[in-house]
């Protein structure tokens, strides 16, 4: 599993929502949450599980909105910067942080009504085995995000610390048939790449969004897509 080592160190998990939040990157923190809560929601009172929360962007945001949600991680350094903002914010009741290993998921089958998972598969060594697991205690929903093989991704990944794993549609539909997974609705987004909005300024990062979600509302937008997003229903 790439990354698994990466995210135990303290400084890693302390600098994480700023490094790639801050800037133009508040803009992709901003996407992936609509993405999730337009995947997830009516979250009142559903029980939904988060495999690899890190600093819990998600998992507080769903416990804010009366889901009942455990967010699971394996990096404790992580996990503590989700429990701070649950401290700052106070919505302790409806959230739990657990480490755990997204391999073996301490939970019976069905445990859950929603199981999702952002920016987790580009690390997996093994996805077939984690979308299984995720399946397994889900009695509704699997909803989770990638990195696209044929993107700009591809042209910077053997720059990053630990490159990510990229992949293509036919490959999402062999891994989704694999888990007993049914495709209930896709989306695709990000012509620029991630990298290109954190390093630009928020005030002009803006104005290239808006080009980025014009053109990948086009016909061509989905082919040139850097990340896509997978909500499916479990068989
Ligand atoms: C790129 S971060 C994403 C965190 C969060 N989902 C987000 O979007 O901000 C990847 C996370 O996966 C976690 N992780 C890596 N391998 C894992 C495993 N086998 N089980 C659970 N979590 C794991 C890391 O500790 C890290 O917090």
């Given at each position: 599993?790439k ?32 993405a ?23 998992t ?21 910067q989700?429990?701070?903002?649950v401290?700052?914010n ?12 997204a391999a ?6 069905d ?27 889900s ?23 630990m ?12 891994l ?8 209930a ?19 002009i990062?803006?104005?290239?969004r808006?080009?980025?979600?014009a053109?990948?509302?086009?016909p ?16």
């Open positions: 599993m990354g698994q080592e990466w995210y135990q160190a303290k400084d890693i998990a302390e600098d994480y929502d700023t490094k790639r939040f801050s800037r133009g990157g508040r803009l992709i923190d901003e996407r992936e949450k609509q999730v809560l337009e995947a997830v929601s009516p979250v009142e009172d559903k029980r939904i599980l988060e495999i690899a929360c890190g600093t819990g962007r998600f507080t945001m769903l416990a804010d909105r009366s889901a009942e949600i455990v967010g699971l991680d394996i990096s404790n350094a992580m996990l503590q989700g429990r701070e903002k401290r700052n106070g919505v302790t009741d409806r959230i739990e942080f657990l480490r755990g290993d073996r998921l301490p939970f019976p089958d445990y859950f009504d929603s199981v999702f998972a952002i920016r987790f598969f580009h690390l997996a060594e093994t996805p077939a085995s984690f979308l299984r697991e995720m399946s397994r205690v009695r509704d929903q699997v909803f989770f995000d990638t990195f696209n093989r044929y993107s700009t991704r591809t042209v910077y990944n053997w720059l990053l610390p490159g990510s794993r990229l992949y293509s549609e036919s490959e999402v539909n062999r989704l048939r694999n888990a007993d997974l049914t495709l609705d896709e989306s695709h987004d990000f012509i620029l790449p991630y990298g290109f909005y954190r390093q630009i300024p928020d005030e990062a803006s104005g290239f808006e080009a980025d979600t053109v990948g509302g086009t061509i937008g989905n082919l040139l897509a850097s990340v896509s997003y997978w909500n499916t229903s479990v068989d």
